[in-house]
């Protein structure tokens, strides 16, 4: 596991979905409307961050084999599923 590639991760995703979250505020004026506004795109960004964190954690153990050695059984053609993707 590569603790650097998942802080990267996470900071790049962090990091544009702020950005974008920032860019669609009106931030003139401090109004309970912008408050509310700001900590649902602020929680949203965290967790779209922490998602791409743990997937990255994840990968980071993949094995990059066509064959694998399972309790004595090879398994063969790893491939991605709609729950892989």
Request: hydrophobic share 35%; with cysteine; glycine share 4%.
């Amino acid at each position: 596991m590569n603790q650097d590639q998942i802080i990267e991760a996470v900071t790049k995703e962090f990091t544009q979905r702020f950005r974008e979250t920032m860019a669609d505020l009106s931030l003139d004026e401090l109004t309970p409307e912008l408050a509310e506004e700001f900590s649902k795109g602020l929680q949203h960004c965290i967790s779209k961050a922490a998602l791409i964190g743990y997937k990255t954690f994840i990968e980071s153990y993949d094995i990059k084999e066509d064959l694998l050695e399972v309790e004595g059984k090879t398994l063969r053609f790893k491939y991605s599923s709609k729950k892989t993707s």
